[in-house]
């Protein structure tokens, strides 16, 4: 009993320990940034897990970082957390340089522009702690998971090239051009070093990249509400820079 | 082994197999009937495919969740957060 005891306070103590960095890059997302910020803050705080979030503004014209500056005064400075780049550069390296300054163990990797969330990061936690993975990704394609503001065209092409690479790659995981993930910060650390695509060949990289060395993935459905403001685009210079990348995975993985 | 070289190596094992049976390349004296059933095969099974690759992408189409409330949840704690946001002195 007096064993069992100690060994749930321990227990405890290590889970309480655990602090989780969203890193958010962003380029003008200033309509977006207060709306994810207050979602966050709202669900990390419901749930209680230590958090922080890393806002990486590549220079909006927009004034994406004066929001910030702003949020920042409201919520604080332990909680966000402002680390903008110069000029407009690559997410893998947004990445990198969120890591640099990201003091929980844990890393959440998110869009922006509203089409993540928020209120799925405690179940991608709880799945996290269940299995001990390295990284949970957020899917689309399995469970109660699906999108919102997708017409025919875009359902069948996103579900032909989820199928194609399926075929092609079995990476263990539906859903892989997704870029809503909860890693181990040295995991990402590890992940982000290795790859070198671009776009949603990215994600997908990341993900069949974690399979060969090794990591273990847990899924959780997610929604995904495409862009409320701006737009998103899939046209045809995506889906030939997709296949490329395909089979570029598919050669050398 | 990268994922091409597990593909190539499949389909040499599948064409090789095949090649034995429909041109009896050992001469193990095989009765017709195995002839007949082989050489078709890999026409067959690369229909087969196909048919299976389309159910399974119409299926998935098809039952792919449009997320309705999850659309008007956030319209709503858009409205919520902006009024919350004023509150604490943010400027849109």
């Known amino acids: ?253 | 082994m990268t994922k091409l070289l597990e593909w190539l190596l499949g389909i040499s094992v599948v064409m090789s197999t095949w090649g034995l049976l429909t041109f009896d390349l050992l001469d193990l004296k095989l009765p017709p009937v195995y002839k007949e059933v082989a050489w078709p095969m890999p026409v067959y099974l690369l229909v087969v495919f196909g048919c299976y690759s389309l159910a399974t992408v119409g299926y998935r189409v098809a039952t792919f969740n449009d997320c309705n409330e999850a659309s008007q949840e956030l319209q709503a704690q858009i409205k919520e957060a902006k009024k919350d946001l004023q509150k604490k002195g943010l400027k849109f």
Not at chain 1, 72 to 88: M, T
């Open chain 1, 1 to 253: 009993m007096q064993y069992n005891m100690a060994n749930r306070k321990t227990s405890k103590s290590r889970v309480s320990s655990d602090k989780y960095s969203v890193l958010l890059p962003t380029y003008n997302e200033r309509e977006n940034l207060p709306l994810i910020v207050w979602l966050l803050v709202k669900y990390f705080g419901e749930s209680g897990y230590d958090y922080e979030i890393i806002v990486i503004d590549d220079r909006s014209p927009d004034g994406t970082l004066e929001v910030a500056e702003q949020l920042q005064n409201i919520y604080g400075a332990d909680k966000i957390i402002l680390r903008p780049r110069e000029k407009k550069l690559g997410l893998g390296t947004a990445y990198i340089h969120g890591i640099k300054h990201a003091t929980g163990n844990f890393v959440i990797i998110m869009d922006a522009d509203l089409s993540h969330h928020p209120k799925f990061i405690p179940e991608f936690i709880q799945k996290q702690r269940e299995g001990g993975f390295d990284l949970v990704s957020g899917t689309r394609y399995s469970g109660d998971g699906g999108v919102y503001g997708w017409d025919l065209r875009r359902k069948l092409i996103s579900r032909g090239a989820n199928f194609l690479t399926q075929v092609l790659l079995r990476p263990g995981a539906s859903d892989l051009t997704g870029s809503f993930r909860l890693y181990k910060k040295e995991v990402l650390g590890q992940l982000v070093k290795k790859c070198v695509s671009k776009g949603y060949v990215f994600q997908m990289e990341m993900i069949v990249r974690a399979r060969q060395l090794g990591y273990s993935i847990g899924e959780v459905p997610i929604t995904f509400v495409d862009r409320v403001y701006g737009e998103s685009k899939l046209g045809g210079n995506e889906i030939v820079s997709f296949l490329k990348g395909l089979l570029t995975l598919f050669a050398t993985t």
